[in-house]
């Protein structure tokens, strides 16, 4: 039986690849129509296409892809035009100031690279601490240079297209400097988080940007044009990451980060310049739904999506989980009726994501800097650690939650370390595309907080806009120790990669190493709930990566059991409160994009809750 296993290059075969990708036929860009958008939940029926899909948060982010596609282009051709349109139009979540973690799929071979961002080599591990020992309040350490590590999605780029790339490098950035050049018409999403943003305008050269002159903020439907970001963009197309990590610009972020008036970070030139992406195995593991096994992929430490998807997904497979389905529900949406999970199995899942969320935050961090329990991360996968873990979820009716969760064992070596206090987590878009090759990808990008650390820099160019810049050093813990001076994992380190929540994944058929699935989403920590939660949906209860993906969210960090405002009924909700649990009803918007192979092509799903968009031929 053939498995899929991770594949190291050649540095001779990168090159050549490379070399390919420079004899590939004209491209030539068309400005779609701009999207008017709106805010709020709005039905998406589902796309199915036969050859190539691509999937985005914003549909001129998509039609780009879509158009590099129709142009001969792979999946990492399209995910670079993706993400460099999403830098201008959805500045807010991701964007060349951030970075990401993608998944790479082709010929039975899966590869992840890490363009995680990096802390600067000057900090140490109280970057976060006050003057009186204690962490900062969160925005106190977000906002401003303190927060802002060495952006690594350029550079991941990059390397994965001179291993994948079929069209050139250059011609990838054509729709996003048109449109930054031409200007594009601001969706509702911007404008209405715009509204709402309380730091942004601090910063002179976003307020000139997202502000009118009497300080309201630009409106959704208003045209945008970017001349600093397209002259940035165009000397990345033609000097590649180094463009960025090098010379005027990167002097211009350094100056920027470390000139803010009351909260300046530590990042130097030479923090930028010694960045380097990284190949990585991934995290691949065994799923068994519905009488079939599957292999679930996803990215390694620094990022915890991978494990955790997995560890609940396969506790749940040690429990009753498997024998309830789905019930009506309240929809939550013009009154309609949706189906939704049960009570009984909203406790079996909670149960697990607490279990889960205790050996995130006791073991995992960056693995360069940090050991796995009993020599492998694996350890923390292995059925027989998840069937005993799972021995800790009570399944008789009406039994009673846990409430939380403490740290399983599951290697022979004990850890020294500390487990991190729950911090906010925010952020991130994801991408998925298969393209006409047989390639796929998935792939989770953040500038961190919404509008990272709200500070935004031209580039050195002197024009008007550019990029903001990330908050990433906040997912690093605050607190780099507990009251009895163990370390915490995952604290502050020079040159350390901050642990993350995204989970890009794909999913395989085990005897066939056919591709079942592509997805993720953005959403802090609650990435891996609405990551499992659409793999649950799909795999388990047959439903296809829209109806999926409509599924109403919920979740647990190892505390409250969280659930979507107005989408469970409230005897559901009651029934959960019986058993103990505490329990949230809040807004939980994910950002799901996800595609399956279907017998006849593929068949994409984007998420309801924000302004994605499918397609494909």
């Known amino acids: ?207 000139a940007y997202f502000y009118k002159p009497d300080g309201a903020p630009i409106e959704a439907g208003s045209t945008l044009r970017n001349p600093a970001l397209a002259d940035v963009l165009r000397q990345i197309a033609s000097g590649g990451a180094n463009a960025l990590l090098t010379g005027k610009v990167a002097q211009a972020i350094v100056t920027k980060v470390q000139g803010h008036p009351t909260n300046p970070g530590k990042l130097a030139m030479s923090d930028l310049a010694g960045y380097q992406a990284k190949k990585r195995d991934p995290i691949c593991s065994d799923y068994s739904a519905s009488s079939k096994t599957y292999l679930l992929c996803g990215m390694p430490p620094p990022s915890s999506g991978a494990i955790a998807v997995a560890q609940i997904l396969g506790m749940l497979n040690n429990t009753p989980a498997a024998t309830l389905g789905l019930v009506s529900g309240m929809g939550g949406v013009a009154g309609s009726v949706a189906p939704t999970p049960s009570a009984d199995w909203l406790h079996l899942y909670t149960e697990a994501a607490r279990l889960a969320f205790a050996d995130r935050a006791q073991y995992l961090g960056d693995p360069d800097f940090v050991q796995p329990p009993g020599g492998s991360w694996m350890s923390l996968l292995a059925p027989s650690y998840l069937a005993e873990r799972a021995k800790l979820i009570a399944t008789a009716p009406g039994a009673q939650s846990m409430k939380t969760a403490k740290a399983g064992v599951p290697g022979p070596v004990k850890t020294a370390y500390a487990p991190m206090p729950e911090q906010p987590e925010f952020g991130t878009s994801h991408i998925s595309i298969v393209d006409g090759f047989g390639n796929a990808i998935a792939m989770t990008t953040t500038i961190e907080d919404a509008f990272g650390a709200r500070q935004m820099t031209d580039g050195g160019t002197g024009k008007a806009g550019g990029f903001l810049l990330n908050n990433e050093l906040t997912d690093f813990s605050f607190a780099p120790q507990d009251a009895e ?92 409160r019986a058993r103990g649990a505490e329990v949230r009803e809040m807004d939980m918007t994910s950002g799901l994009q996800a595609i399956q192979k279907t017998p006849t092509g593929f068949f994409g799903g984007a998420d309801p809750r924000r302004e994605g968009l499918v397609l494909g031929d």
């Open 1 to 207: 039986m053939k498995r899929l296993l991770p594949r190291v290059a050649p540095v001779a075969l990168a090159a050549l690849l490379a070399g390919c990708a420079t004899s590939a036929p004209n491209f030539s860009y068309t400005v779609p129509a701009q999207p008017e958008g709106a805010s709020g939940y709005n039905a998406n029926p589902g796309w199915a296409t036969s050859k190539f899909a691509v999937a985005a948060a914003n549909p001129l982010a998509t039609d780009a892809g879509y158009q590099i596609l129709k142009a001969g282009g792979s999946a990492i051709d399209a995910a670079i035009a993706v993400q460099m349109v999403l830098t201008l139009v959805e500045p807010q979540s991701s964007g060349i100031g951030g970075g990401a973690f993608l998944l790479h799929a082709a010929n039975g071979k899966v590869e992840a690279f890490d363009g995680r961002e990096t802390a600067p080599m000057a900090v140490d591990e109280k970057l976060f601490v006050g003057a009186d020992g204690k962490p900062l309040p969160f925005y106190e350490g977000v906002v401003g240079g303190r927060s802002v590590g060495v952006p690594g999605t350029v550079k991941m780029l990059e390397m994965a297209h001179r291993q994948h790339g079929k069209l050139p490098w250059a011609t990838l950035f054509t729709p996003a400097i048109t449109l930054a050049e031409n200007g594009f018409r601001v969706s509702a999403r911007l404008g209405t988080l715009l509204k709402d943003e309380k730091y942004l305008k601090a910063d002179p050269s976003a307020a």
């Open 485 to 576: 001076g163990k370390p915490v994992a995952n604290r502050v380190q020079p040159g350390k990669r901050p642990r993350s929540s995204m989970a890009p994944t794909l999913v395989f058929e085990k005897a066939s190493n056919q591709l079942v699935m592509s997805g993720g989403s953005p959403g802090g920590a609650l990435i891996i709930h609405y990551t499992a939660k659409t793999l649950y949906g799909t795999l388990n209860w047959g439903l296809n990566a829209q109806q999926a993906i409509d599924l109403p969210n919920f979740g647990s960090l190892n505390g409250p059991s969280l659930l979507e405002a107005k989408r469970f009924a409230p005897a559901t909700v009651e029934a959960l």
